[in-house]
């Protein structure tokens, strides 16, 4: 089902609290999942440029984010997952797979813009496809991009190099991750090179200009995400028109979403993929799919089952003797 947000007025000056769902089912499993987030936005200019940041004010500083995980065989509830670390794995993934199916097969660099959570995973997903030997890390906080460097040389083999500007982390390299909360586009088609590979977890991290030079985009969908709002609230939302909700300057341009091929188009053979070793090819995954929560969290109920993880919650919680 098409991701679906409502935005209100929030408690703080400019921000809005948004309720989040995606909702998706992988029969061959048992479980439908609902994915709900309940968030308080942000949209600050840091360094100039636009971001989206969520302020963790529930319980003393924390987030809300839940994974639901239904029984297909008897509707009950099977489990509640926090969402923050399947929501990383599944972007960082969905990235990887897009490498394996579009990246030249022989690409041994890669360049990474972020250090926060969507950084880990993706350098790690990476790693499983393929053979990395040198990893260029930039993040415009000089603190956040060493120590996120010195994290990874503990657990991977390739060399990882922190470097202090961002056209430094493009240069040479055969892949590249943009893992940012970035609003205002900031990769320039200067820094596109013959046969490089782009990842994106946001529609607006990559300019149309660095988009039109892509020789073939894959999106993980072709729909947008459904806002809702307060009548007249729509054009108050930094991201309307440029988010995930749709970025006016794309459309009807060789770099709308709209008419491009889904990556899983092209893993089951109904697309072709990449040409040829110079082709410059991108993955814009500017919105998750409850599919993707469906298959992660079938998996990790199922390892939690066997490990005898998490907490027995009692069902009569969830259930109830009269009919909705």
């Known amino acids: 089902m098409p991701r679906q947000d409502l935005l209100v007025p929030g408690p703080l000056d400019g921000s809005y609290h948004g309720l989040k769902t995606s909702c998706a089912s992988l029969p061959q499993s048992g479980v439908t999942t609902m994915r709900l987030t309940s968030d ?30 239904f029984s297909t065989s008897t509707g009950e509830l099977l489990a509640i997952f926090p969402d923050g670390f399947i929501q990383a794995i599944r972007v960082g993934v969905t990235n990887a797979l897009s490498v394996k199916y579009m990246a030249r097969s022989d690409s041994s660099v890669l360049g990474v813009y972020g250090s ?3 950084a880990r995973p993706a350098v790690l997903a990476m790693c499983k496809v393929l053979p990395l030997r040198e990893i260029r890390i930039y993040s415009p906080t000089r603190a956040n991009r060493e120590n996120f460097a010195a994290e990874m040389r503990r657990i991977i083999a ?9 056209e430094d982390a493009a240069k040479h390299a055969d892949v590249v991750a943009l893992t940012t909360n970035a609003l205002d586009p900031f990769f320039p088609a200067s820094w596109l090179r013959a046969g490089m590979h782009i990842t994106t977890v946001r529609p607006s991290e990559m300019t149309l200009e660095a988009l039109l030079g892509c020789d073939l985009i894959a999106v993980s969908t072709r729909q947008a995400a459904q806002l809702f709002t307060l009548p007249g609230q729509e054009s108050a939302i930094p991201e309307f028109g440029k988010g995930d909700y749709g970025r006016a300057e794309l459309e009807k341009t060789a770099a709308d979403w709209r008419d ?52 027995e919650l009692p069902t009569e919680w969830f259930s109830q003797e009269e009919h909705s």
């Open 40 to 69: 308080i936005l942000t949209w600050p200019v840091v360094g100039g440029r636009q971001r989206r940041v969520k302020i963790p004010l529930a319980m003393g500083g924390k987030y809300v984010g839940l994974v639901f995980v």
């Open 116 to 118: 926060g959570w969507q």
């Open 158 to 166: 390739a060399d990882v190099i922190a470097v202090s500007s961002p």
């Open 260 to 311: 491009k091929p889904e990556l899983s188009e092209i893993i089951a053979g109904k697309v072709k993929g990449r040409d040829k070793d110079s082709d410059v090819t991108c993955m814009l995954n500017h919105l998750g799919l409850g599919l993707q929560f469906s298959a992660a969290a079938a998996r990790v109920y199922e390892l939690a089952r066997e490990k005898g993880l998490g907490r």
